[in-house]
């Protein structure tokens, strides 16, 4: 993603909901300053789930197939929108986030982000 276009900051909240489901909350300040905040709670067995206020995708499924390992699947009005596989760093530090999805001209690609890890974060839900 060229700089120009990359958000200013992205930040991922994972918690624990019960019952083997995560909430996930989404929080981008895109570059151009606007803000979006979005929501989901899903089972971590690969069953979909809806999503709140995103642009990107309102379907979710997770499972999570190794320790510190979360596959994430969305989908956006039935089309696969992305997969992004995140693995965590062995000291509890950074996240790697592996996206592919098919890129506007029809053919696949992929990126990676890396994000440091904040603690005690809370979800907002709206």
């Excluded at 700089?3 to 019960?18: C, K, N």
Aim: aromatic letters at 4%; hydrophobic letters at 40%; glycine letters at 8%.
């Amino acid at each position: 993603m060229p700089p120009a276009a990359r958000p200013r900051s992205v930040t991922i909240t994972f918690s624990d909901a019960g019952k083997g489901k995560w909430t996930t909350c989404v929080d981008i300040l895109d570059a151009g300053g606007a803000a979006s905040h979005a929501v989901s709670t899903a089972g971590l067995d690969g069953t979909s789930a809806p999503i709140q206020d995103s642009t990107e995708a309102d379907t979710v499924a997770l499972e999570l197939p190794a320790p510190d390992v979360l596959v994430m699947d969305l989908v956006k009005s039935g089309i696969p929108a992305s997969t992004r596989v995140y693995t965590v760093a062995a000291d509890g530090r950074t996240l790697t986030e592996t996206v592919a999805h098919v890129g506007g001209d029809g053919r696949p690609t992929m990126r990676t982000n890396h994000f440091v890890r904040l603690r005690s974060l809370v979800c907002r839900a709206r």
